[in-house]
């Protein structure tokens, strides 16, 4: 009678389906994940660019960056955490500008703050792209962030993860209150930058180690003692920007969340010694280069606009010629409202009219 094959080729069979199995599942993940990606992908591009547009092209900003020659080639053919200084009122712009330059602002994500989510248009497209939004109460950060990080690690393009580790822009009331804090805890004093928030960078680090190469510190300036605004951009206003950029080998940041903590307090005091020289020389180190401009955010913008705006001055004529009063007044009405409602958007950018964090109630409260 026959037996059956052996009991070793029956369990090396098994071996062998079940390894094609998983590389058949594996296959369907990566292939769902990349058409699922795709169009997100393309909105993140085509709203990013919009702004990087006014930046770049309509207001002329130029922004020159200071850097390590043997490090600038790997800029935009890697993943990586870009920290950036939180003080003026077009810093986010200036990383969406280094982004994409480097061609990889499509993918690029950023913490930001939970009311960004709810601006029109901006805050919409970021919630479906993706950002990783916080409320700044690590209790309730904790989970959210730490999950929308994790599903970065299989991102199917490079991307820069932008932060802001002071978690809101600098003012006077809030570096004093900031620096009242760093005192009670020990820590050295900062001239030109608030205490790092450290929890959520620890949980960024620790959430894409293994998929993202190096942490980008970038120190931003502006020459002649320039405020910039986001208002400014929008009228044409020409700025000049300085960018010092240090890429740093996530292998040297530190695992343990003390330490790591330790690690980002000494990297925000090189960069208060940074800006320092700056003051006091107006430059900062390194050699400087300007990554050129790309056509895509202005081809981008052309097209939208052609798309968009003849069909509304079609409209707009053929209103204006019916004569009717009734049309042309509920037509001033939206355009009031649609006015009020972008100079709502700009406001949320104003450094005078930022977040409530930082009031000493709530810096007595908190603990990083």
């Not at 990087?52 to 309509?58: D, G, I, K, R, Y």
């Not at 970065?152 to 393009?157: A, T, V």
């Not at 820590?187 to 620890?202: D, E, I, M, Q, V």
């Not at 100079?343 to 007595?364: C, L």
Request: glycine content about 6%; aromatic content about 14%; charged content about 25%.
């Amino acid at each position: 009678m026959w037996q059956g094959p052996p009991e070793k080729e029956v369990c090396a069979v098994r071996a062998v389906s079940r390894r094609l199995h998983l590389w058949a599942w594996r296959m369907s993940v990566c292939l769902s994940l990349s058409l699922f990606s795709s169009p997100r992908l393309d909105l993140t591009k085509t709203s990013g660019r919009e702004l990087v547009m006014l930046l770049e092209w309509w207001s002329g900003t130029e922004c020159v960056i200071h850097t390590d020659p043997q490090a600038y080639p790997k800029y935009g053919k890697e993943n990586a955490i870009v920290v950036l200084n939180h003080k003026f009122e077009i810093d986010f712009l200036c990383g969406w500008s280094l982004a994409e330059r480097f061609g990889v602002l499509g993918g690029s994500k950023v913490l930001a703050k939970k009311e960004l989510a709810y601006v029109p248009i901006i805050g919409w497209m970021w919630y479906f792209t993706e950002m990783v939004f916080c409320t700044r109460k690590w209790e309730q950060d904790r989970e959210t962030v730490s999950k929308s990080l994790l599903r970065l690690r299989d991102y199917p393009e490079k991307y820069f993860f932008l932060i802001h580790c002071e978690g809101t822009r600098f003012t006077e009331k809030k570096h004093q209150i900031s620096m009242q804090v760093a005192q009670a805890k020990g820590l050295p004093s900062l001239k030109y930058h608030l205490l790092p928030r450290t929890k959520g960078f620890a949980i960024t680090v620790r959430s894409l180690r293994n998929v993202v190469s190096a942490v980008y510190d970038c120190t931003l300036n502006f020459r002649n003692n320039e405020n910039p605004t986001l208002l400014g951009v929008l009228n044409g206003k020409k700025y000049h920007a300085d960018l010092y950029v240090r890429r740093i080998p996530l292998e040297e940041v530190p695992e343990e969340e003390d330490e790591c903590s330790a690690w980002l307090h000494k990297l925000y005091q090189e960069k208060d010694a940074f800006q320092e020289e700056y003051y006091r020389t107006g430059t900062f180190p390194e050699t400087a280069m300007v990554p050129p401009r790309r056509p895509w955010t202005l081809i981008n913008w052309l097209f939208w606009a052609s798309l968009l705006l003849y069909p509304f001055f079609r409209f707009l004529i053929n209103m204006i010629s019916s004569g009717s009063s009734l049309t042309l007044a509920s037509f001033a009405l939206v355009f009031f409202v649609a006015s009020m409602g972008v100079r709502w958007m700009i406001g949320v950018t104003e450094i005078d009219k930022g977040s409530a964090y930082g009031n000493i109630d709530s810096k007595q409260k908190r603990s990083d």
